[in-house]
C-alpha cells in the first residue's frame, strides 16, 4: 500500500477531469472566504476563496456524462476517488515530502498539526459569491444512544460524544456545547480518552481514514495515524501507562492495529475476525495481552516474540457446549482469565480460550435479564451493567476462584449489591467520574438519556438522576412553530419533545403507546397563538397536543415547581388502521388532511372540532401532502404516493350538518382525482446527454481540421490537398462510433422521496434508486376516465440535474419565506442549499448550491428540515438520532440574544376536560368503527328475525310433544314408530353434524383456555404435589377417639442424594454387567468360532495325509524334524537354567534385610502410638485432630443425607403400615356391610320382638382418603362452581376458606359414596351377591303361606327360626370381633408411632446440629481449601524434589561406575600392551614411553549449543592442553625421544601398536574427565536441591502448623455450637448432696453403650498386655533357633560347593561353565540352508510338470480348433453350391412369371382344398359329440373312444 505523500501529483492532476477537482473540493476544501468566529465552537470554519478552473463547470457536460456513467458504483467507490483526489492534489512539492519524511523520522514532542489545515470545510460552487458561512451550527438536541461507547469523560464536568460529523464537548454544569469538525467529512467512527486525560483519539470514517489524536484542553490536532483499516473505525483502547494505542476496523476488513502513537508508526496488523468486531482493550496489568470481542465470538491476543519478529498471535475462545453469543462487554482479570457476558444474561468465565465456569444466579436465573453490555473492576468489585437496566455489583473473589460443580457447568452466585436505574431503562456504557469521596458513575442510556449514578450504596446514596434526554432511534417528523422559535420532534420512541431552539433549551416530552410518525403546527388562522401541534402515530391515530406556558395560571398554595412549559391532549381521534405519515392544512385552515400507509388519505373540518368530511384511497401508501399556495385559483391537494403515484385531489366539499346515521361509510367515491404515474426516463436524459457531447466533440473536431487546413495551404501550397485527403482517410478509418446507452425502465418502480408545487398542475419530484440524481418537473395529464390509473405510464417534461446526488438524493425539501433559498436534505446526512431567483418556481437558476456533509454519513439521512418563521435559524433531523439548529447567514443579523416565548395558556384550560386518549392499537379507526356501527344494527336486525324463527321453532316442538304423548297413550299394536315422524332422516343426520361440528369448533375455540389451565394445573401439581411422597392420612379407630396420622413425605433431599455408594460396595451397573456379559459372549464366540474352523482344517490335512509324498518332501521333512528336535533340546536346557535363575532371583529377593521389620508389626506400632496415649479432649487448646477424623463440608453433608435417608425410610415403612391399616379398615367396612345386610334378611324373617340391634356400619373419614381430592366428575366441578359463586357474593374472606373445605369434604365424599366399589374386594363382592340372592328367594318363600301350617311345617318354622336367632347373635359377635381387632391393630400401631416421634424429633434435633455444622464448615471450606491446597502443593514440590535427588544420587552412581569402568579399561590397555611385548625386549620402556606419552589434540567441538558453552569449553580445552603440555615438559627434562620415528631393530607391529592404544588411551583419559566433570555438576545440583528442600519442608511444616491451627480453630467453633439431648432424671448420675445440680455444665453425656463399651476395653486391655509379654518371649526363643540353623546352613553350602568343583575337575580337567555347555547346539543357520535347497528343488520339479502339463493342453486345443475350422469349411462349400443352385431356379421362374397369372393360381386351389377338407372334419366331430352325449344321458350307456380323423392324427 502506497502512502498518499508517494503519489505522482502531476500526472493524476492531468488525468482527472474538472468534475474529480471539484468533487475532491466537496470532500475537502481547504480555501473558502473568511467566516465569522464563534466563541464557544472550536469548529469555526475559516479558509481561502476556492480557485477557478480554467473552463466553467456549468460548461462541462463530459464530466457529468462520465459521472452519471459510474453510477453503478457505491458510495464507498465515489469516496475513494474523492479522497484519493484530495490526497493527490494536497500532496506537496518533492522537496517538502523530503523535509516532512525526515521530520516523521522523528517527530519532535512539541510538533502540532494545523487544525485549519486538516479539518473539512463546506463545498461552495465556484463563482457563485455564496458565503461560506452560510449556515452556522448553533447547537446540538441530539445524541445517538445506540451508538458503542459514545460516552467518554474529559474532567469531572466535560463529556464527550459524536453527533454525526460533529465531536460535541459539554460541560455538564453549564450545559454549554462546544464543538470538533470530522476532517474527512464523512463521519467519525469512535472516540477514545488517554488514560491520563491529557489526549484524546478522533477515529474517523471514509477511504482508508484517518485517526487524529488531539491534545486536551487545547485542542489541537497532536499526531495524526493512517491507513488502519479499509472504511471506518470500530473501537480504539489506550494500554494503561498509555503508550500503545489498539485500534480494531469495521466491515469489511475488521484489522486490528497496535500503534507507536507518539511515533505515528503501526506496530503491529493482523485481520481481527471475520465478522463484526465491537471492543478491543488492552489487559491492565499486561500490555502483550490484548481481548477483542464481537459478534458470536471473543478472541484473545498475545504479543510473541518469535524468530521472524514481534507477531500478534490470536487464540479464538471456544464456546464448547455453551450456546455460540455475541459478546458486548467483557473484563481481562489480573491472572489472564477473562470475564465476559453473553446475550441471556450469565457471566462467562475464559481461562486457556475455554469457559471455564457460566455464571448465574441463585434457581438458575440470569445475572442480568438480557445481555450484558459492560464488565469493569473497581475497588476490588465486579460491576456489571445489562440491557435490563440494572446495576449489579459481584464479589471479586468469589468470580475469581468459581470453578464448576457438576455437569451442567453453571455456578450460583449472588450480587453485593444492585441498582436498578429506573423503568424502560437500557444501559449500554458507564464511565466514573473523578470526584474525590464520592462515587459517582454516567451512564449511557441506549434509550435515549444520560445518567449520573451514586454507586456508594451507603445510608445517604443518592437516586439515579437523568441529566439529559434525547430521541432514542430515528427522528421521524419536525415541526417548527409559525409564531416563535419553538420545534416539536417525534420518533418512533414514543415521545414528542418540544424545543427552545433560539435559547438552546429542552422544554418538555410527553410519552405515549406508539411512535410518532406526523407532525404539523397548527397554522395561525386557527390557532393565533401557535399553541397546537397536530401529531400522528404509527397506530393511526391523530392527536391534537395544547402547548402552554403554566405560569400564567392560577396560582394554588402549596403548588410544586412550576416548569417552563407545560402539553396538553386537547383532542383525539382515529382515521387511519396504519402509521399516519403525512399531515397539511390547507391555506385556509378550513381542512386537516392525513395520509397513512393504508393507502388512504383522510379529510377532517377544522372548524367543528375536526369532524370527519371522508376520505379517499390512493394506489400506493400515501408519504407527502402538500395543499397548493395562495398564488394558486384553486385549493388543491398534492398526494404524493411512494409507488411512483402522485394525485391532485381538489378540496373537498363539507356537506352540513345533517343526520348521517344512515351513510355506511366516510369514503367519498364522486371526488374528481387526477393520476400521474411515473415512468424513469433516466436513461432517455443520459443518452441525450451522450448525443450532445458527441455532437460538440464532432464541432470540435471540425473545427480543428478547418484550422489544420488553413495552416497547411499556407505553409505547403498545392500539395497541401493531397496530404489533407490521406489525413482524413486515416481518420475515417480511425473513428468507430461506439453504441448509445441503451434505453433501460426498471421493473420496479423507484420511490418518490419528496416533492412540491412549481404551478398549477406541474409539480418537481425527487426519485431515489436508479432514478436518482435529478428533479423532475411533472404535469397532470388531462382527465381520461376511460383509462387505467394503474396502467398508464406518464413522463416528466423537464428536469434538473444534480451534481453528485447519483448514490445520495434529495430526501426532504423545504423553502424560505421568500422562497430565494431551497434547503435539501440528504440521503447521507448533508445538507445543501441551491440559490433560487424570486418567482422561479421553474427552477431555472438552481445552479449554484453550498453542501456540508452534517449528519452520520451511513445511517444520518436526513429526514426533516425546516426554517424558523423569520428565516433566521434552519433546524435537520435525522435517523442518527440527531438535531442541529443552524444561523442562516444574514447581512443584517442581530446580536442580541432571543428566546422562544411559550403560548400563554387559554382562559380556563385548567377546568376543562381531558379527552380520553386512545391506548389500544387495536381500536376501531373512524371508518372501521362507523361500519361497526352498521353492522351491529344489521345484526340486531337479524337477532330480532331469529327470535321470531326460535318461537316458532319452540310453538312446534311444543306440537311435537303433545303429539308424542298422544302416540304413547295408543296401544302398542296402534302406535307409531319414533323413526315415523321424522320428515326427512338427513335432516336429523344434517343437525347431528352440525352439533358435532358446533361442538368441535367451541372445543377449539376453548382449546387456549383448557391448554392455559391444563398448564396451570400441572404447574400446580409439580409445585405442590408432585414433590409430595406420601400425603398425611389419619386413620380413626370405629369404636374409641383414638386415631394414627401419617407422615407427610417429601422425596428425598439433595443431602440424601449426594451420598454415593463406594467402590467396593457398589453393585456393578447394568453398563458394567454388560460389558462383562460381552467381552464372555465375545469369548465363548471365539472359542465357538475356532471349534467350528477345526473340521475344515481337520479335511485339508487328512487331503494332505492321504496324499503320496515324494522322495524329496520325506528327505526335507525329516532335516526339518532333526533340527528341530536339537533346537527343542537347546531351548529347553536354556529355558531350565532361565527358570534357575529366576528361582534365585526370587529366593534372594525374598530375603530379608538386616533391618527388616514385620509390616504387621510396623502397623501395630502405628495403631499404639496413635491411639494410646494421654490424649486431650476436643474442648482442649492443644487438642490436635488425627488425620481420619478431621471433617468437612461434603463429609457432613454425606452424614446428613445418610440421616434424612434413614429418618425418610423409617417414616416410609410407617406410613405403609398406616396405608395398610386403612385398607384393613375398607375391608373390615365392606364386610360389615355384608354382614348387615345378611343380617337384615335374617331379621324380616323373625319376629320383632326377637330383634337384636343392628350395629352401626362405620364410615371412612374424607382425611382417611386424601387421594380422593383429587378426583371428581362432572357434578363435583357443578357443585363446586355454584359453591364458589354463592361465597363470593354472600360471605367474607375468612368465612369463604373454612365453608370451601366443608364444601370440598361434602362434594368428595358424596363422590366416595357413589364410586364405592373402587374399594370393594372380591370376598366382600362374594358375600354380598350371596346375601343379595338370599334376600330374593325369602319372599318367593312367603308368597305360598296363605294356608294354615301343619304340624310338620310348623317343626320346620320353629327349627329355622331357632337357626336365625343363632345366625343373629352370630353376625353381631362377627361385627362386634372385627371392630375389636382392628381397633387392638390400630392401638398397637399407634403406640408404635409414638415411639417413632420421639425418634424423629430426635432426629429433628440431630438434623439441625448437623446442618449449623455443615454450614460452619462451608464458611472454613474456602480458607481450609487454599491451606490444603497450599501444603499439598508443598509436599508435592518436595517429592519432586526428593524425586530429583534420587535421580541425582542414581545418575551419580552411574557416573561413578563408568570411571571405574573406563579405570578397567584403561589398565586392560596397559595389560595387554605389556602382554604384547613379551619379556626381555629392550624397546619396551621406549615403547612404554610412546604409549603413556602426553600430547596435544584438537577436540572436536560441537555445533549445536550456545555460545556461552562454546566459550567455556575452549577455556577448559586451553587450560587441560596448558597443563597437558606442562606434564610433557617435565617429562622431557628426564629423557628427550622422538616418538614420530620408529628405532632401528624395533617391531614396527609393535611400534604402531603402541600408537594405536596410545590413541585408544587420551580417548579415555578424555572420557575420565567429561565423566569426572559431570559429576561434579551432579554434586553441586545435588547441593542446590538439598537447600531447596530443606526451605521447602520448613515451608511444609509452617503451612501444616497453619493448617493444624486452622484445623483447631474450626474445632472449637464446632465446639460452641449448642447441641440439644433430652434425658430423663434416672439418666442423670451427677448427684451432690443427693440433689441435681443446677450447673450442669462440667458433665460429659455418655450413652449407656459407650460407657458399658469403655469398661470393657479396660479388662480387655489387661488380656492383651498378657498375651503380648507371652508373644515376646516366644518370638526371642524362635530368633534364637534361626540362627542356629543359618549356620549349618553355611556349612552345608560350603562342602557341597568344593564337591561339584572337584567332581568338574575329575571329568573335564578343569572348572567349566556348564550352562554354556548345555546350551550347545547345531548350526541352524546352516541347517535351515539346506532345507531351503531341498525345498527350491522340490518346487522347481513341480512347477516343469505344471508346464508340461499346459503345453500338452495347448497342443489338444490346436488340434480341436483345426477340426472345427475344417468343419466350417465343408459347411461353407456345402452352402455355395445350395446357393448356385437357387440361383438357377429363380432364373427359371423369372422366365415363367408371365404364365402363373393366366389360369387359376395353384396357390388358391390347395388353400380351398385345405379348408373344404377342414369343414368336414368338424362337421363329423360335431355328429360323433351329439351322439356321446345323448349315449351319456342314457343308463348305462357304453362309453367309446372319440373318432378322430386321420388327418388329424397326422
Excluded at 1569 to 1586: P, Q
Amino acid at each position: 500500500m502506497k502512502e498518499p505523500d508517494d503519489q505522482d501529483t502531476d500526472g493524476e492532476k492531468s488525468d482527472r477531469s474538472k468534475s474529480d477537482r471539484r468533487q475532491s473540493h466537496s470532500s475537502r476544501s481547504p480555501s473558502g472566504t473568511a467566516m465569522k468566529e464563534d466563541h464557544k465552537s472550536i469548529d469555526n470554519t475559516t479558509g481561502e476563496g476556492f480557485t477557478e478552473g480554467e473552463e466553467s463547470y456549468i460548461d462541462d457536460d463530459e464530466s457529468y456524462v462520465e459521472r452519471l456513467e459510474g453510477s453503478s458504483s457505491s458510495f464507498q467507490d465515489d469516496y475513494a476517488e474523492s479522497l484519493e483526489e484530495s490526497r493527490y492534489m494536497e500532496t506537496p512539492a518533492p522537496d517538502a515530502e523530503e523535509a516532512e519524511e525526515e521530520v516523521k523520522k522523528k517527530i519532535s514532542e512539541s510538533f502540532f498539526y494545523d487544525y485549519m489545515e486538516l479539518v473539512s470545510m463546506p463545498f461552495v460552487t465556484p463563482d457563485s459569491n455564496i458565503p461560506l458561512d452560510l449556515l452556522t451550527l448553533v447547537h446540538s438536541f441530539g445524541y445517538d444512544s445506540r451508538k458503542r461507547a459514545n460516552l467518554q469523560l474529559l474532567e469531572s464536568n466535560i463529556v464527550m460524544y459524536i453527533a454525526g460529523n460533529q465531536l460535541i464537548f459539554l460541560n455538564l454544569k453549564t450545559k454549554e456545547q462546544s464543538y470538533l469538525r470530522s476532517s474527512s467529512g464523512i463521519g467519525i467512527g469512535v472516540t477514545g480518552v488517554h488514560p491520563d486525560k491529557t489526549y484524546f483519539t478522533v477515529a474517523e470514517k471514509g477511504v482508508f481514514p484517518k485517526i487524529i489524536i488531539y491534545e486536551y484542553p487545547s485542542m489541537r490536532p497532536y499526531r495524526i495515524l493512517q491507513d488502519g483499516t479499509d472504511l471506518a473505525y470500530a473501537y480504539v483502547d489506550f494500554n494503561f501507562d498509555g503508550t500503545l494505542l489498539a485500534s480494531v476496523g469495521g466491515s469489511p476488513d475488521h484489522t486490528l492495529t497496535i500503534w507507536n502513537w507518539k511515533e505515528e508508526k503501526p506496530l503491529l496488523r493482523t485481520k481481527a475476525f471475520s465478522q463484526e468486531v465491537f471492543k478491543v482493550t488492552f489487559n491492565p496489568e499486561d500490555d502483550e495481552q490484548l481481548t477483542t470481542s464481537g459478534s458470536g465470538h471473543i478472541k484473545f491476543w498475545q504479543m510473541a516474540l518469535t524468530f521472524t519478529g514481534l507477531k500478534l498471535q490470536g487464540s479464538l475462545g471456544r464456546f464448547g457446549k455453551t450456546a455460540t453469543t455475541d459478546i458486548e462487554g467483557y473484563m481481562e482479570l489480573p491472572d489472564g482469565k477473562v470475564l465476559s457476558g453473553s446475550e441471556w444474561g450469565n457471566m462467562l468465565l475464559w481461562e486457556g480460550g475455554h469457559i471455564k465456569v457460566e455464571l448465574s444466579r441463585a434457581a438458575g436465573k440470569p445475572c442480568h435479564q438480557g445481555p450484558i453490555n459492560q464488565i469493569m473492576l473497581d475497588e476490588g468489585e465486579v460491576i456489571t451493567i445489562g440491557s435490563d437496566g440494572c446495576v449489579r455489583i459481584w464479589d471479586f473473589e468469589t468470580i475469581d476462584t468459581a470453578d464448576v460443580i457438576d455437569e451442567t457447568g453453571l455456578l450460583e452466585i449472588e450480587p453485593i449489591n444492585e441498582l436498578k436505574v429506573d423503568k424502560n431503562v437500557k444501559l449500554f456504557s458507564m464511565i466514573k467520574m473523578n470526584e474525590v469521596g464520592n462515587n459517582f458513575w454516567l451512564a449511557q442510556d441506549s434509550n435515549g438519556a444520560i445518567w449520573k449514578l451514586d454507586l456508594s450504596f451507603s445510608n445517604i446514596t443518592q437516586d439515579p438522576e437523568c441529566l439529559f434526554s434525547f430521541h432514542s432511534g430515528a427522528i421521524e417528523a419536525l415541526a417548527v412553530s409559525p409564531v416563535t422559535y419553538l420545534m416539536a420532534t417525534t420518533g418512533l420512541d414514543c415521545s414528542i419533545r418540544f424545543y427552545d431552539f433560539a435559547g438552546k433549551t429542552p422544554l418538555l416530552q410527553m410519552k405515549f403507546k406508539q411512535g410518532g410518525t406526523a407532525l404539523a403546527w397548527v397554522p395561525r388562522l386557527i390557532s393565533y397563538g401557535g399553541a397546537q401541534i397536530t401529531a400522528g402515530f404509527a397506530d393511526g391515530v391523530v392527536r391534537i397536543l395544547e402547548l402552554y406556558d403554566p405560569k400564567g395560571l392560577t396560582v394554588f398554595v402549596g403548588r410544586k415547581k412550576v416548569s417552563d412549559a407545560d402539553v396538553r391532549l386537547k383532542q383525539v381521534f382515529k382515521p387511519h388502521t396504519a402509521a399516519v405519515t403525512a399531515l397539511a392544512y390547507d391555506r385556509d385552515g378550513e381542512v386537516l388532511a392525513t395520509g397513512s400507509k393504508d393507502k388512504t388519505v383522510f379529510f377532517f373540518e377544522v372548524e367543528r372540532d375536526y369532524k370527519p368530511i371522508g376520505y379517499i384511497t390512493t394506489p400506493g401508501p400515501v408519504c407527502q401532502l402538500t395543499w397548493s399556495s395562495s398564488s394558486h385559483p384553486e385549493s388543491t391537494l398534492l398526494i404524493i404516493c411512494e409507488d411512483g403515484y402522485v394525485l391532485e385531489a381538489p378540496f373537498p366539499a363539507i356537506k352540513e350538518d345533517k343526520g348521517d346515521h344512515d351513510v355506511v361509510s366516510y369514503e367519498i367515491k364522486d371526488m374528481c382525482l387526477k393520476y400521474f404515474h411515473f415512468t424513469s426516463v433516466k436513461s432517455k436524459i443520459l443518452r441525450l446527454i451522450e448525443i450532445e457531447r458527441r455532437k460538440k466533440q464532432k464541432e470540435l473536431k471540425e473545427k480543428e481540421k478547418q484550422e489544420r487546413r488553413k495552416r497547411l495551404e499556407t505553409e505547403m501550397g498545392e500539395d497541401a490537398e493531397k496530404e489533407l485527403q490521406e489525413e482524413g482517410g486515416e481518420e475515417e478509418e480511425e473513428e468507430e462510433e461506439e453504441p448509445l446507452p441503451e434505453i433501460f425502465i426498471p421493473s420496479t418502480p423507484c420511490h418518490i422521496l419528496c416533492g412540491f408545487y412549481s404551478e398549477p398542475g406541474k409539480f418537481w419530484i425527487s426519485l431515489g434508486g436508479y432514478d436518482s440524481g435529478f428533479l423532475y418537473h411533472c404535469e397532470f395529464p388531462p382527465d381520461d376516465k376511460s383509462s387505467d390509473e394503474t396502467v398508464r405510464k406518464d413522463e416528466p417534461f423537464d428536469f434538473r440535474l444534480l451534481e453528485d446526488t447519483e448514490d445520495n438524493p434529495i430526501t426532504t425539501i423545504t423553502f424560505s419565506i421568500d422562497r430565494e433559498m431551497m434547503f435539501c436534505g440528504m440521503q447521507n446526512g448533508a445538507i445543501r442549499v441551491y440559490i433560487l431567483s424570486k418567482n422561479d418556481s421553474s427552477l431555472t437558476s438552481m445552479e449554484a448550491y453550498w453542501h456540508y456533509n452534517m449528519h452520520d454519513n451511513n445511517c444520518g439521512r436526513v429526514n426533516a428540515v425546516s426554517a424558523s418563521f423569520d428565516d433566521r435559524f434552519l433546524v435537520t433531523a435525522g435517523a442518527d438520532s440527531n438535531i442541529f439548529v443552524f444561523n442562516i447567514f444574514s447581512e443584517f443579523e442581530l446580536k442580541k440574544v432571543v428566546k422562544a416565548k411559550v403560548p400563554s395558556p387559554r382562559f380556563g384550560i385548567e377546568t376543562e376536560p381531558i379527552p380520553e386518549d386512545i391506548e389500544d392499537p387495536k381500536a376501531y379507526s373512524i371508518e372501521n368503527a362507523r361500519r361497526k356501527r352498521e353492522h351491529d344494527k344489521l345484526m340486531k336486525e337479524v337477532e330480532k328475525i331469529k327470535a321470531g324463527k326460535r318461537e316458532q321453532i319452540k310453538a312446534l316442538r311444543n306440537q311435537l310433544q303433545k303429539l308424542l304423548q298422544m302416540n304413547e297413550e295408543l296401544p302398542k299394536h296402534m302406535q307409531f314408530k319414533r323413526t315415523d315422524f321424522d320428515l326427512d332422516s338427513k335432516i336429523r343426520a344434517e343437525i347431528g353434524k352440525k352439533t358435532a361440528n358446533k361442538i368441535q369448533r367451541v372445543e377449539k375455540e376453548l382449546a387456549w383456555e383448557k391448554e392455559k389451565h391444563q398448564l396451570g394445573l400441572k404447574k400446580l401439581q409439580n409445585r405442590f404435589r408432585d414433590s409430595l411422597e406420601n400425603d398425611i392420612i389419619v386413620v380413626h379407630a370405629i369404636q374409641s377417639d383414638h386415631k394414627i396420622s401419617s407422615y407427610r413425605l417429601v422425596k428425598p433431599s439433595k443431602y440424601s442424594k449426594t451420598k454415593r455408594a463406594s467402590q467396593s460396595e457398589r453393585r456393578p451397573s447394568k453398563f458394567e454387567r454388560f460389558e462383562k456379559e460381552g467381552t464372555g459372549r465375545k469369548d465363548s464366540q471365539r472359542d465357538t468360532g475356532g471349534s467350528t474352523s477345526v473340521p475344515e482344517e481337520s479335511v485339508i490335512e487328512k487331503g494332505k495325509k492321504f496324499r503320496p509324498k515324494t522322495l524329496s518332501e520325506i528327505m526335507v521333512e525329516n532335516q526339518i524334524e532333526k533340527t528341530r528336535k536339537l533346537i527343542l533340546k537347546a531351548e529347553r536346557a536354556q529355558m531350565k537354567i532361565q527358570q534357575r535363575k529366576k528361582e534365585w532371583e526370587e529366593l534372594y529377593k525374598s530375603k530379608p534385610d538386616d533391618d527388616y521389620e514385620d509390616p504387621k508389626d510396623v502397623q501395630a506400632i502405628r495403631e499404639a502410638q496413635l491411639f494410646m496415649g494421654d490424649f486431650n479432649l476436643k474442648t482442649a487448646a492443644d487438642y490436635k485432630i488425627p488425620e481420619h477424623m478431621r471433617i468437612n463440608a461434603a463429609k457432613k453433608e454425606e452424614e446428613l443425607g445418610y440421616l434424612d435417608s434413614m429418618a425418610y425410610s423409617k417414616k416410609m415403612h410407617m406410613n405403609k403400615s398406616i396405608i395398610s391399616l386403612r385398607d384393613l379398615k375398607v375391608a373390615v367396612i365392606e364386610e360389615i356391610q355384608c354382614l348387615v345386610q345378611e343380617l337384615k334378611n335374617i331379621q324380616s324373617t323373625l319376629p320383632v320382638f326377637k330383634h337384636l340391634p343392628i350395629p352401626q356400619v362405620p364410615q371412612i373419614y374424607p382425611e382417611e382418603v386424601p387421594e380422593k381430592r383429587f378426583q371428581y366428575d362432572d357434578e363435583t366441578l357443578l357443585a363446586f362452581k355454584q359453591q364458589q359463586q354463592v361465597k363470593s357474593q354472600h360471605e367474607k374472606a375468612h368465612q369463604v376458606e373454612q365453608t370451601a373445605f366443608a364444601g370440598s369434604a361434602g362434594g368428595f365424599l358424596r363422590l366416595s359414596s357413589g364410586k364405592e366399589g373402587d374399594l370393594t374386594t372380591r370376598d366382600s363382592l362374594s358375600r354380598a351377591s350371596k346375601a343379595s340372592a338370599f334376600s330374593l328367594d325369602l319372599p318367593k318363600f312367603i308368597e305360598f303361606e296363605k294356608a294354615d301350617p301343619s304340624d310338620v311345617e310348623l317343626e320346620i318354622m320353629k327349627r329355622e327360626e331357632i337357626k336365625h336367632v343363632y345366625m343373629q347373635q352370630y353376625l353381631i359377635n362377627r361385627i362386634k370381633e372385627l371392630i375389636v381387632t382392628f381397633d387392638a391393630e390400630l392401638r398397637l400401631l399407634r403406640h408404635q408411632k409414638l415411639k417413632l416421634d420421639t425418634q424423629m424429633k430426635l432426629s429433628d434435633l440431630h438434623h439441625v446440629t448437623l446442618f449449623q455444622e455443615m454450614l460452619l464448615l462451608k464458611n472454613f471450606e474456602k480458607q481450609e481449601n487454599i491451606l490444603q491446597e497450599r501444603v499439598n502443593s508443598l509436599d508435592k514440590e518436595e517429592q519432586d524434589m526428593q524425586w530429583k535427588i534420587n535421580e541425582t544420587l542414581k545418575e551419580m552412581e552411574e557416573k561413578k561406575n563408568e570411571v571405574a569402568k573406563l579405570q578397567d579399561q584403561e589398565k586392560a590397555l596397559y595389560a595387554g600392551f605389556q602382554t604384547a611385548l613379551g619379556e626381555n625386549n629392550k624397546f619396551a620402556n621406549f615403547l612404554m614411553k610412546v604409549l603413556k606419552k602426553r600430547i596435544k589434540r584438537v577436540k572436536k567441538k560441537e555445533v549445536e549449543g550456545d555460545v556461552d558453552e562454546e566459550d567455556e569449553s575452549e577455556e577448559s580445552s586451553e587450560e587441560e592442553s596448558s597443563l597437558e603440555s606442562d606434564e610433557d615438559e617435565s617429562g622431557s627434562e628426564d629423557e628427550v625421544f622422538d616418538d614420530s620415528i620408529c628405532p632401528t631393530n624395533c617391531d614396527i607391529g609393535l611400534f604402531e601398536l603402541a600408537l594405536q592404544l596410545r590413541e585408544k588411551r587420551l580417548d579415555i583419559e578424555e572420557a575420565l574427565v567429561e565423566e569426572k566433570k559431570m559429576i561434579d555438576n551432579l554434586k553441586k545440583e545435588h547441593d542446590t536441591l538439598s537447600k531447596k528442600v530443606k526451605i521447602v519442608a520448613t515451608n511444609l511444616n509452617a503451612a501444616e502448623e497453619a493448617l493444624e491451627a486452622y484445623q483447631r480453630e474450626k474445632q472449637q467453633r464446632l465446639n460452641e455450637l449448642l447441641v440439644v439431648i433430652p434425658l430423663k432424671l434416672h439418666q442423670i448420675e451427677y448427684v451432690l448432696y443427693g440433689e441435681i445440680p443446677s450447673d450442669l455444665s462440667g458433665t460429659l453425656v455418655f450413652s449407656n453403650h459407650s460407657l458399658g463399651r469403655l469398661q470393657e476395653r479396660i479388662v480387655q486391655l489387661h488380656e492383651e498386655n498378657s498375651k503380648q509379654q507371652k508373644l515376646n518371649k516366644e518370638c526371642r526363643e524362635r530368633r534364637k533357633q534361626l540362627i542356629r540353623e543359618k549356620r549349618e546352613m553355611a556349612k552345608t553350602i560350603q562342602k557341597m560347593e568344593e564337591t561339584v568343583s572337584q567332581l568338574m575337575i575329575s571329568k573335564f580337567g578343569r572348572v567349566i561353565n556348564l550352562e554354556a555347555l548345555q546350551t550347545l547346539s547345531v548350526n541352524t543357520t546352516l541347517e535351515e540352508l539346506k532345507i531351503k535347497k531341498l525345498r527350491k528343488e522340490l518346487s522347481n520339479v513341480k512347477e516343469m510338470k505344471m508346464w508340461e502339463e499346459k503345453i500338452a493342453q495347448v497342443r489338444w486345443e490346436l488340434m480341436m480348433k483345426t477340426k472345427e475350422h475344417t468343419k466350417k469349411l465343408h459347411q461353407m462349400n456345402d452352402l455355395c453350391i445350395e446357393k448356385q443352385r437357387l440361383d438357377s431356379r429363380l432364373n427359371t421362374l423369372q422366365n415363367q412369371q408371365g404364365n402363373a397369372f393366366q389360369g387359376p393360381r395353384k396357390a388358391d386351389i390347395e388353400a380351398r382344398e385345405k379348408v373344404t377338407e377342414l369343414i368336414q372334419v368338424q362337421a363329423e366331430r360335431i355328429q360323433a359329440l351329439k351322439e356321446e352325449i345323448a349315449l351319456l344321458r342314457k343308463k348305462g350307456g357304453l362309453l367309446l373312444p372319440p373318432i378322430h380323423h386321420p388327418q388329424e392324427n397326422e
